[in-house]
């Protein structure tokens, strides 16, 4: 089942922070976040594994919380570069190949 | 290094006609992915493969085929192209199940 991504688009200013949620019916074994711009192929961010690490990645950080089955992607002080869709991917089990992803967050970042 | 090429870029296809899409990745990984994204809806599994000789059908694998002869090649198959299969493919590759995706640049194929 295709994770849930919440919200479905968002608008920033420069400099304003953003959360994108992505949230599973499944007993999830890791998140996968990636940033696809217009006509491009996605870009891999970070990878979350099972055990509620958090990670970063420049002004770009992601926490997995694996009780709620939920992952949150946070943006800070965003940048215009920071602009495209944003997709949350969901591999429920050790033995699972099948990355599932959700239907993506569009984030428009504005001067 | 390349990384993954996608060929070819844009292709028209006829309804019944067949094609392959190529896909070639210079990195050693062994895991491919062959995904298909339709506006809106993310992007889909059609098939996988976790090393040469193997595959494995995804979430929308009918009116697909593919092969895995070497671990560097892993091409799509389209037989009897239909409407339904207008979209960008996507191809990806992994070195494990616990490693981020490689996206190769993708081919809008249209089907009409």
């Known amino acids: 089942q295709q994770p849930v991504q919440s919200p479905q688009a968002v608008i920033l200013r420069e400099g304003e922070d953003a959360v994108i949620n992505c949230s599973s019916s499944?007993?999830?074994?890791?998140v996968h976040w990636y940033r696809q711009k217009h006509g491009e192929a996605p870009v891999f961010l970070m990878i979350?594994?099972?055990?509620?690490e958090q990670k970063g990645h420049e002004k770009i950080s992601a926490s997995f919380n694996e009780k709620k089955q939920q992952s949150s992607l946070y943006l800070t002080a965003s940048q215009l570069s920071y602009s495209g869709t944003y997709f949350c991917?969901?591999?429920?089990?050790?033995?699972?190949?099948?990355?599932?992803f959700g239907k993506g967050t569009k984030l428009s970042v504005i001067p | 290094n390349a990384g993954v090429t996608q060929t070819p870029k844009f292709r028209i296809l006829k309804i019944g006609q067949s094609m392959t899409l190529q896909c070639t990745q210079d990195?050693?990984?062994?895991?491919m992915y062959w995904y298909r994204q339709d506006p809106g809806m993310g992007l889909k599994l059609i098939y996988y493969?976790?090393?040469?000789?193997?595959?494995d059908k995804g979430e929308v694998p009918n009116g697909y085929n593919v092969s895995r002869s070497t671990t560097e090649d892993f091409p799509l198959r389209l037989e009897l192209a239909a409407p339904s299969q207008t979209s960008v493919y996507f191809c990806?590759?992994?070195?494990?199940?616990?490693?981020?995706?490689?996206f190769g640049s993708g081919t809008r194929l249209t089907v009409v």
């Open positions: 990806a590759s992994s070195p494990g199940q616990v490693y981020g995706y490689t």
């Open positions: 499944k007993a999830l074994y890791s």
């Open positions: 979350l594994l099972k055990g509620g």
């Open positions: 991917g969901a591999l429920s089990g050790a033995g699972s190949y099948q990355l599932t």
């Open positions: 990195m050693n990984h062994n895991y």
């Open positions: 493969s976790v090393g040469a000789g193997i595959t």
